[in-house]
């Protein structure tokens, strides 16, 4: 069995690794895939002193997103309650829905702080009443808003 070289990636490369790892990987594939095509480069103490540098950096880009994710929840808890406006039927019932993208709204319409619809998860709205979302801000940072749905005039 041909012994593995390892190498230190310059891009992301599907199910290898992500850019700056260091990976160990088949002669053949790094002689015949990766160095050609500049993917990866030869593992020497310069380029392991960056490649650690650079994961330092990330850490710490990381820990301020975290603490930032953590200072937008307790804002976003402390406001309380938001209330979105629908059209109601029969039996307060609501013409539509809610959607994220309206809770997204209504919070950067009453905070100024932009929330990703995407991390918003709502329960399935059909009438009048107060709700609970989850925002996810980070991935172990979550917030619980509560919204009111009332109808519109």
């Given at each position: 069995m041909a012994k593995r070289i390892q190498l230190v990636l310059n891009q992301d490369i599907y199910?290898?690794?992500?850019?700056?790892?260091?990976?160990?990987?088949?002669?053949?594939?790094?002689?015949?895939?990766?160095?050609p095509k500049n993917l990866a480069t030869f593992v020497?103490?310069?380029?392991?002193?960056?490649?650690?540098?650079?994961?330092e950096l990330e850490r710490q880009r990381q820990e301020e997103l975290k603490q930032q994710a953590v200072e937008q929840k307790a804002a976003l808890e402390k406001v309380g309650s938001f209330k979105i406006a629908k059209q109601v039927g029969e039996?307060?019932?609501?013409?539509?829905t809610v959607t994220t993208q309206d809770v997204a709204d209504i919070i950067q319409g009453?905070?100024?702080?932009?929330?990703?619809?995407?991390?918003?998860?709502?329960p399935d709205i059909g009438?009048?009443?107060?709700?609970?979302a989850e925002i996810k801000l980070y991935?172990?940072?979550i917030a619980k808003v509560n919204f009111e749905v009332v109808a519109s005039e």
């Amino acid at each position: 069995m041909a012994k593995r070289i390892q190498l230190v990636l310059n891009q992301d490369i599907y199910k290898l690794g992500k850019f700056g790892d260091l990976v160990d990987v088949a002669p053949g594939y790094a002689r015949n895939y990766l160095l050609p095509k500049n993917l990866a480069t030869f593992v020497t103490p310069g380029i392991l002193k960056q490649v650690e540098r650079r994961r330092e950096l990330e850490r710490q880009r990381q820990e301020e997103l975290k603490q930032q994710a953590v200072e937008q929840k307790a804002a976003l808890e402390k406001v309380g309650s938001f209330k979105i406006a629908k059209q109601v039927g029969e039996n307060n019932a609501i013409f539509g829905t809610v959607t994220t993208q309206d809770v997204a709204d209504i919070i950067q319409g009453s905070t100024e702080m932009e929330v990703d619809r995407r991390g918003i998860t709502i329960p399935d709205i059909g009438s009048l009443g107060t709700y609970e979302a989850e925002i996810k801000l980070y991935s172990d940072v979550i917030a619980k808003v509560n919204f009111e749905v009332v109808a519109s005039e």
